[in-house]
């Protein structure tokens, strides 16, 4: 039986302390430019949202702005009248706001089971708001503003939001590298600056002799925005960042294969599917990153992926890539991974493949995400190198 460790990174492997400080840079300088500035940004928010099942900062950014926008509108509904952000800037501008309040939590909670994974988080809740969601967002639904907000988060270039939070991540040097455009503020990466190791150089160099002598096989699971597959070059440079090139090599694993966000970006073009669909929780990325741990190659592990879920002969494509049984252990701080593998574990069932899954939670101090950790029957580690040294025994 070969045994395969599947790792995400934020949280896990590395402290996504860049992430979190650029989020909340983001909201404060939007709230700012709304003469919102009296709002204290909630910094418990983004682990709430991922213990939702929101993973995407550009999501958490959008959603938590609409809320407040939301709570504006309740009190001078005028401004439900308003179509973009620019233009809300202007009607804010000479209104008494400083009696606003907003219960970020409550709200978001509230919001939980409409951000589904399809087309995205943001766009599933616009989608009910335009339906039976109205009381979701009561003052904005319907309106051309809520459209402005949730409709395009992942359109980089008429994303305001979006734009600005990835200037903040990689910093003004790589994003006219990457993207071949001016950023708004000149400023050093936030990940380079700020992220920490979670995984001690022992743990690393661990999982890496492992790999090295075949004891095991390991890959990077992960929504973190990022290069093509290994091997492609043809791709538009703008589509993509090396942001989880940069954690996994800030923790010195980068000959881990990984499944990233832009590896999904890559495939769901030759799909015809927006990555959202691809990413975790659904089984697509569990399956290609167990095939890519095994054999190194993510274009093969990611074609692969696709063929297992459409394949009319599943237990014959299953055995072109996996052994008739694999042990794999996910490292997690958050459920959507651990159920995206055991997903994927209950379809190569049906392909003949006994997978048995063990699900590792890493204890964040977020006490929602640890409980919807343990009802997954993941065991809950102190830290990733608690939880690799009693995955490895």
């Given at each position: 039986m070969k045994r395969i460790l599947l790792f995400d990174l934020d949280g896990v492997l590395i402290l996504p302390r860049g992430y979190r400080a650029a989020v909340h840079d983001t909201l404060t300088y939007f709230l700012e430019d709304l003469h919102l500035s009296h709002l204290a940004v909630d910094d418990g928010l983004p682990p709430l949202f991922e213990s939702l099942g929101v993973t995407s900062e550009w999501d958490m950014i959008a959603v938590s702005l609409a809320v407040a926008l939301d709570a504006a509108a309740g009190a001078f509904p005028h401004?439900?009248?308003?179509?973009?952000?620019?233009?809300?800037?202007?009607?804010?501008?000479?209104?008494?706001?400083h009696e606003l309040r907003v219960e970020w939590r409550e709200r978001v909670r509230a919001l939980g089971p409409f951000?589904?994974?399809?087309?995205?988080?943001?766009?599933?809740?616009?989608?009910a708001c335009r339906?039976?969601?109205?009381?979701?967002?009561?003052?904005?639904?319907?309106?051309?503003?809520?459209?402005?907000?949730?409709?395009?988060?992942?359109?980089?270039?008429?994303?305001?939001?979006?734009?600005?939070?990835?200037n903040l991540a990689l910093g003004a040097e790589m994003f006219r590298e990457y993207y071949d455009q001016e950023p708004y503020l000149e400023v050093p990466s936030y990940l380079l600056a700020m992220d920490e190791p979670l995984a001690t150089p022992e743990t690393s160099a661990r999982i890496l002799a492992g790999m090295r002598s075949g004891a095991h096989f390991a890959a990077a699971l992960t929504a973190r925005p990022s290069l093509p597959p290994r091997g492609v070059?043809?791709?538009?440079?703008?589509?993509?960042?090396?942001?989880?090139?940069?954690?996994?090599?800030?923790?010195?694993?980068?000959?881990?294969?990984?499944?990233?966000?832009?590896?999904?970006?890559?495939?769901?073009?030759?799909?015809?599917?927006?990555?959202?669909?691809?990413?975790?929780?659904?089984?697509?990325?569990?399956?290609?990153?167990m095939a890519a741990a095994l054999t190194g190659d993510e274009v093969g592990a990611l074609d692969w992926a696709a063929e297992m879920l459409t394949s009319p002969t599943p237990a014959e494509t299953a055995k072109r890539m996996l052994p008739e049984s694999l042990e794999v252990h996910v490292f997690e701080d958050s459920p959507v991974g651990i159920l995206a593998v055991q997903r994927a574990a209950d379809l190569l069932a049906q392909a003949a493949v006994a997978v048995q899954v063990r699900g590792w939670g890493i204890a964040s101090g977020h006490p929602e995400k640890t409980e919807a950790l343990r009802a997954l029957g993941a065991e809950i580690c102190e830290d990733v190198n608690q939880a690799v040294a009693r995955a490895l025994g």
């Open positions: 401004l439900a009248q308003v179509g973009t952000l620019v233009q809300m800037k202007t009607a804010m501008e000479n209104l008494d706001l951000m589904k994974r399809e087309p995205s988080p943001s766009e599933a809740l616009l989608a339906g039976n969601g109205t009381h979701l967002l009561p003052n904005l639904s319907g309106r051309e503003i809520l459209e402005d907000l949730l409709g395009r988060t992942r359109a980089l270039w008429s994303c305001p939001t979006t734009r600005f939070f990835q070059t043809n791709e538009p440079r703008e589509e993509y960042s090396p942001e989880a090139e940069l954690a996994l090599q800030a923790v010195g694993l980068s000959e881990l294969p990984s499944v990233a966000w832009g590896r999904l970006v890559y495939q769901g073009k030759k799909l015809g599917k927006s990555p959202d669909l691809l990413l975790k929780p659904a089984p697509t990325q569990a399956l290609a990153g």
